[in-house]
């Protein structure tokens, strides 16, 4: 080998190294929190969490090589879920999801830092959690299950699909 190709290929493999370097670092895992008011064992549930971990996977986010989830299960007791939302906080994840406002409200006492989506909360605005729907700024936003605003629509659906009613509740 004469002295130019051995320094070619010192400089080649110089300004590599530090790419090599990068290639083999780790992927970071994020660490995603789930509280859900209901039992583990509630079929709802459990397409919930399967439709998380589905839409995750999509976006590229892998339970065990990218991504560590973990799910607490509040089965209707508000101790439970308190003392749930208290140990998620504690390990400090990424971003926590909670599904119904009991769980939620737990959470949203916890912790004003960690990143909170919510699902199925019947009124964020009401409850405090957000302060409108188009920006709800803070550190919460997620899906409701009734906007107040759509009561009207949904009458006039009522009306529409059945003429003859004069209550409904």
Not at 28 to 36: A, E, H, P, Q
Not at 52 to 58: I, N, Q, V
Not at 123 to 128: A, H, L
Request: aromatic residues 8%; proline residues 7%; glycine residues 8%.
């Amino acid at each position: 080998m004469n002295r130019r190709n051995f320094v070619a290929a010192l400089i080649c493999s110089a300004a590599l190294w530090p790419r090599l370097a990068q290639a083999q670092q780790p992927e970071r895992i994020r660490r995603v929190g789930v509280l859900s008011s209901t039992a583990e064992n509630n079929p709802e549930a459990q397409a919930m969490m399967g439709a998380l971990d589905e839409a995750l996977g999509k976006l590229g986010w892998i339970a065990g090589r990218n991504l560590s989830v973990e799910r607490r299960w509040g089965a209707g007791d508000p101790r439970r879920i308190e003392a749930f939302a208290k140990e998620l906080v504690s390990l400090r994840p990424d971003m926590i999801v909670g599904y119904t406002t009991p769980t939620v409200a737990a959470l949203f006492k916890e912790t004003d830092t960690i990143p909170i989506v919510f699902v199925a909360v019947s009124d964020p605005i009401g409850s405090g959690f957000i302060a409108d729907y188009a920006h709800p700024g803070g550190h919460i936003t997620g899906f409701t299950t009734n906007e107040p605003s759509m009561v009207g629509k949904w009458a006039a659906l009522i009306k529409e699909i059945a003429p003859g009613t004069s209550r409904f509740a």
